[in-house]
């Protein structure tokens, strides 16, 4: 491979609108998981164990770059990291199953004060960390990818979002206090993956969708957290890509001030509409994962092809992979990415 051919060398020139011999074709971590129990098998290591202990971590977050699957490397494989370590009570699931919160940190945003900061130097940050630093020693020429919960997303983890999404609109005041403190510890936490090894960050905010927070409610308190993510971490790393997820037609004003250098977006989302709407974002998306994981090859491809042709500039899954999807589907990804650069 030449040294200016390597994947993270093809995905930061696309974040920067450079002309590439070929779509990246990626797959971050978090809420974007890449992990399958068939990908745990090429490496013999496996959830739950993978979550905890940074070695295990790093050897299977890269499985599926070690497979030709995906040219990035990314950990964690959850969203869940954060607001642990702020106080909420996560179970780590199982094998086919990602860790959840069991039990909410504060019972209203008001509480937001009764909150731990997060932590760099014990529990899975700290794992997380020295996993990137692993995968970085190991894996260099990969595009390696740190995630972080979206600001949004990270409160509902740590209130109960029926909670949360009443007092964004009726406790305005503390909503905003909760706000300011989650998002200063993303960037802690950002900051540090950086440093670590993450030469890319992905933030994914299923939570902030314009479909339940609406343009007011977005434009309040999800854009500003996404952007001072972007403004804190950009200068630092080779890009910075936000995944919103949901039907984006109510927002596409507030996402045209979206700071980050790629916007990623699910399957219900048309490309063609999105950059019509927003015009000059770098584009990822958006294969269906109810698809990959149906594993009818022909759907796949076509879909493959079709995001590429609606304007994907980076072909990813849509939202994180079924644990149960077969590699052969997943292969089809990366194999749509090199049939366009061998078309041109």
Same mark, same amino acid.
């Given at each position: ?21 070929? #779509? #990246? ?22 959830? #739950? ?83 990137? /630093? ?43 206090? =909760?706000?300011? @403190? ?6 802690? @936490? ?9 030469? @890319? ?16 409610? @977005?434009?309040?308190?999800?854009? $500003? ?29 507030? =996402? ?10 699910? /399957? ?10 927003? $015009? ?35 072909? /990813? ?8 999807? /077969? ?18």
């Amino acid at each position: 491979m030449n040294q200016q051919d390597t994947p993270a060398n093809l995905l930061a020139g696309t974040l920067h609108r450079e002309k590439s011999y070929r #779509p #990246p074709c990626i797959c971050p971590g978090g809420m974007m998981n890449m992990l399958t129990v068939e990908a745990m098998d090429l490496c013999h290591t496996y959830w #739950p164990e993978a979550h905890s202990d940074p070695v295990l971590m790093a050897r299977l977050a890269a499985a599926p770059f070690a497979a030709g699957l995906f040219d990035n490397i990314g950990v964690p494989f959850c969203m869940t990291v954060e607001a642990e370590a702020m106080g909420s009570a996560v179970d780590l699931g199982d094998r086919q199953t990602e860790p959840r919160v069991t039990a909410y940190a504060i019972a209203s945003v008001e509480q937001w004060d009764k909150l731990s900061p997060v932590s760099l130097d014990r529990g899975r940050a700290k794992v997380v960390l020295d996993a990137l /630093a692993r995968i970085r020693a190991q894996y260099p020429q990969a595009a390696i990818i740190g995630n972080l919960t979206g600001p949004i997303s990270l409160a509902s983890s740590l209130v109960d979002a029926n909670a949360l999404y009443k007092e964004l609109r009726k406790k305005p005041q503390a909503a905003h206090a =909760l706000m300011d @403190f989650v998002t200063d510890n993303l960037i802690t @936490f950002g900051r540090a993956q950086i440093q670590a090894g993450a030469e @890319f960050i992905v933030i994914s905010d299923p939570s902030g969708t314009g479909e339940i927070l609406g343009p007011r409610l @977005f434009e309040e308190y999800a854009l $500003p957290g996404l952007n001072r993510l972007c403004q804190a971490l950009r200068p630092l790393c080779s890009g910075v890509i936000v995944h919103i997820c949901g039907q984006l037609r109510t927002v596409y004003p507030q =996402l045209a001030q979206l700071e980050s250098d790629a916007i990623s977006v699910d /399957a219900a989302v048309s490309l063609e509409k999105l950059r019509e709407n927003v $015009p000059g974002k770098v584009v990822m998306g958006n294969v269906s994962t109810f698809a990959l994981a149906a594993g009818k090859s022909d759907t796949i491809r076509s879909l493959c092809r079709g995001c590429l042709r609606s304007g994907a500039d980076i072909l /990813a899954p849509a939202c994180g992979l079924g644990t149960t999807t /077969a590699l052969s589907s997943i292969r089809i990804l990366m194999e749509t990415v090199k049939e366009a650069a061998d078309a041109d």
